[in-house]
Antibody, heavy 123, light 106 residues
Framework: LQMQESGPGLVKPSETLSLTCSVSGIAITTNSYYWGWIRQPPGKGLEWIGAISYSGSPNYAPSLNSGVTISVDTSKNQFSLKLSSVTAADTAVYYC????????????????WGQGTTVTVSS | DIQLTQSPSFLSASVGDRVTIACRAS??????LGWYQQKPGKVPRLLIY???TLQSGVPSRFSGGGSGTEFTLTISSLQPEDFATYYC????????FGPGTKLDIK
C-alpha cells in the first residue's frame, strides 16, 4: 500500500489550495478505512484537517470547517483536499493518511501515511 | 470540542532510561487514543491505538495506558532510535492531535 500527495507547492493568498492523494495497493472503496488529511506547519505539531470514508460523509476539524472540502474519486482511486481563502498560516507540509475504522468514525489509528508535500502560501 | 494536552513538552533522557509521557483529554474519551512517533523530516509512525494496543512491528518497550481523560506512553528502556517527538491523537469522531512531546538526549 502506498499513498502519494500531489499538487502545487505555491499558492497565492486568498486562493484555493488543492491537493490529491493517490492510493495504490488497495481500493479506496474498501469500507474498513477512512482517508484523511493532516498538516504540519514549519517547526510545529500535527494538525488534523479532516477525513472521509467511501460510504460516509466527511468530517472536518472545527477550526477549519468552513473552508475545507474532502472528496473521493473512485475512478482514479484518489481523494482530494480543497482549502479555500488560504493565508500564510496555511503554509505547511500536508500529509494524507489511512485510518483503520473500528466503527463509524472510530479509528484504530492512522497506519499508512504519504511522504508529505510542502505547500507555501505567498504572493 | 475535545482538546488534548501533553506533558511535558520537552523531555531530556539518557539511553536506558524509563520515560513516561502524559496526554490529558478535556473530557472523557474512553480508550479512543493513539500515540505516534515522528523523527525530524520523517512521516509520523503509529505506535499505539486503543490507548494500550501495540501496533504491529512496534517494539515491546513501548506501552500505553489509561482511559477516560488521563493517558500515558511509556518507553521502558530508551534506545538511541527513540529520540523523537511523540503525539497523542483522539480516535473518535474528531481526530485531534495533542501538541507533542519532544524527547531528546541528555
Amino acid at each position: 500500500l502506498q499513498m502519494q500527495e500531489s499538487g502545487p507547492g505555491l499558492v497565492k493568498p486568498s486562493e484555493t489550495l488543492s491537493l490529491t492523494c493517490s492510493v495504490s495497493g488497495i481500493a479506496i472503496t474498501t469500507n474498513s478505512y477512512y482517508w484523511g488529511w493532516i498538516r504540519q506547519p514549519p517547526g510545529k505539531g500535527l494538525e488534523w484537517i479532516g477525513a472521509i470514508s467511501y460510504s460516509g460523509s466527511p468530517n472536518y476539524a472545527p477550526s477549519l470547517n468552513s473552508g475545507v472540502t474532502i472528496s473521493v474519486d473512485t475512478s482514479k482511486n484518489q481523494f482530494s483536499l480543497k482549502l479555500s481563502s488560504v493565508t500564510a498560516a496555511d503554509t505547511a507540509v500536508y500529509y494524507c493518511a489511512r485510518g483503520i475504522a473500528i466503527f463509524s468514525m472510530v479509528l484504530a489509528g492512522m497506519d499508512v501515511w504519504g511522504q508529505g508535500t510542502t505547500v507555501t502560501v505567498s504572493s | 470540542d475535545i482538546q488534548l494536552t501533553q506533558s511535558p513538552s520537552f523531555l531530556s533522557a539518557s539511553v536506558g532510561d524509563r520515560v513516561t509521557i502524559a496526554c490529558r483529554a478535556s473530557q472523557g474519551i474512553g480508550n479512543f487514543l493513539g500515540w505516534y512517533q515522528q523523527k525530524p523530516g520523517k512521516v509520523p509512525r503509529l505506535l499505539i491505538y486503543g490507548a494500550s494496543t501495540l501496533q504491529s512491528g512496534v517494539p515491546s518497550r513501548f506501552s500505553g495506558g489509561g482511559s477516560g481523560t488521563e493517558f500515558t506512553l511509556t518507553i521502558s528502556s530508551l534506545q538511541p532510535e527513540d529520540f523523537a517527538t511523540y503525539y497523542c491523537q483522539h480516535l473518535n469522531s474528531l481526530f485531534t492531535f495533542g501538541p507533542g512531546t519532544k524527547l531528546d538526549i541528555k
